[in-house]
């Protein structure tokens, strides 16, 4: 059974290779049509060989020769993408009208016509080329036309009524198998459609959640060319460097480096995330995160805090466990930001302003395994943690600044 389907497949897929998905389906749904009328020909063809072989000798051959010229037209879909439907038209249209010739409208062959219009609208949406429309005219002039004068049957073929009325009821128990075929392969299409496109939705959504805070990534699916920036004047950011990380990849494989620095910021991230921190980025061993935006924070001082001394215990743990000379080296700074997103190819939520670069001068001027605070941080936090004066540094760019190292939390 399945290598029928399999050979099935194949020959409905013939000629199409190559083409474009739309076109593609297209062609398919052309090969599939074929397939169709040439197996109800030789039915026919068989039908009309039991009643009577000699009456209907001309149509039987007829009729085989037709099948054969219809099951020809997948090779024609190679030589362009229009030549299959084309032929395959030309062929319909003088076989169809033919057939109502020969056995008229009483025998109810023109519906197929109906049919054939109806596949032109699924096949070619009616577009303006110039195949579906002369398609569908075409065979809808021939329907009316076979309806409206109610063509008689040519005389040698004029059939018993009651076999003119099989013959009417069969035609039409095809016609519906082929419309249920054809509105099945339309509903399958949307289908496919609905669901690619809904994986799609769903994907960016995903990638847009984990790039940017969810306020934000709401607001840009609801209009994704809206400037995102707005002031925050309470926030705290803090860049977390693993001091010493450098010479891990001189001393472990590159695969166990990166295995090891993806832990640790894993880690980084389910404390954060614990304490309601933002993360903003990693830049190769630093991690940069902040707390106050894009929603106010009544304690973001207090949470990068706690979030520093948790990191500071990872990586010593990691240190131990794997046996590497790293640990924290970090740097903390409280005041206003700005954050919002930049870019629309690639968008990433970012903070800037002289807090967010104070942070991080704090932190390139830090001694590995200290966390080094401003004084202004400090501040915010002096009843509930503990703190070692290192004094007045000059860091570049901003001159003399009061630093502080966090030592722990006071219980
Ligand atoms: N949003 C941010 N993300 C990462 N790093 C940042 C961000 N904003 C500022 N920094 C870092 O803060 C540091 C201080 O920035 P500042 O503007 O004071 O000086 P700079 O002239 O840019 O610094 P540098 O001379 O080190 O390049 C810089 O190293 C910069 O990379």
Request: proline share 3%; aromatic share 14%; net charge positive.
């Amino acid at each position: 059974m399945d290598w029928l389907k399999l050979r099935l497949f194949r020959w409905l897929e013939l000629g199409t290779e190559g083409y474009a998905i739309h076109t593609r389906r297209r062609l398919i749904v052309i090969n599939v049509l074929i397939t169709f009328v040439s197996a109800l020909s030789i039915f026919y063809a068989i039908f009309f060989a039991i009643y009577d072989i000699n009456t209907f000798k001309l149509p039987i051959i007829f009729m085989i020769v037709m099948a054969a010229l219809f099951l020809r037209t997948p090779m024609l879909h190679n030589q362009g993408r229009y030549y299959g439907d084309l032929y395959n038209l030309t062929v319909w249209l003088i076989y169809g009208g033919i057939l109502v010739h020969l056995f008229g409208s009483n025998s109810g062959i023109h519906y197929f016509f109906l049919g054939g219009a109806a596949g032109a609208i699924l096949i070619f949406n009616l577009s303006r080329n110039g195949v579906s429309v002369f398609s569908f005219l075409s065979q809808m002039l021939i329907f009316f036309y076979a309806e409206v004068y109610r063509i008689a049957p040519r005389d040698a073929y004029a059939l018993p009524q009651n076999f003119e009325y099989t013959m009417f009821i069969l035609n039409i128990l095809f016609l519906l198998v082929f419309h249920y075929c054809l509105i099945s392969y339309a509903v399958y299409l949307s289908k496919t459609a609905e669901t690619s496109l809904t994986k799609e939705c769903e994907y960016s959504n995903r990638l847009l959640e984990n790039m940017m805070p969810p306020l934000i990534s709401n607001a840009l699916k609801s209009d994704p060319c809206k400037t995102i920036a707005k002031r925050h004047n309470d926030a705290t950011i803090i860049f977390a460097k693993i001091a010493g990380f450098e010479h891990v990849y001189d001393t472990k494989t590159p695969k166990e480096s990166v295995e090891l620095l993806t832990r640790i910021f894993s880690e980084f991230d389910r404390i954060a995330q614990a304490h309601g921190l933002e993360k903003i980025k990693t830049d190769g061993a630093i991690f940069m995160a902040g707390a106050g935006f894009p929603l106010p924070m009544k304690e973001h001082a207090k949470n990068v805090a706690l979030v520093a001394l948790e990191m500071r215990d990872v990586v010593e743990k990691f240190a131990t466990e794997s046996d590497v000379d790293i640990s924290l080296q970090c740097g903390v700074h409280s005041g206003p930001v700005v954050a919002g997103v930049i870019g629309t190819h690639k968008p990433f939520y970012d903070v800037w302003g002289d807090t967010v670069n104070l942070a991080a001068r704090l932190e390139t001027n830090a001694k590995p395994n200290h966390i080094q605070v401003s004084d202004s941080t400090r501040q915010l936090l002096t009843d509930r943690f503990s703190f070692q004066k290192r004094g007045r540094v000059t860091l570049k760019g901003k001159g003399k600044v009061e630093i502080w190292y966090l030592i722990d939390r006071i219980t």
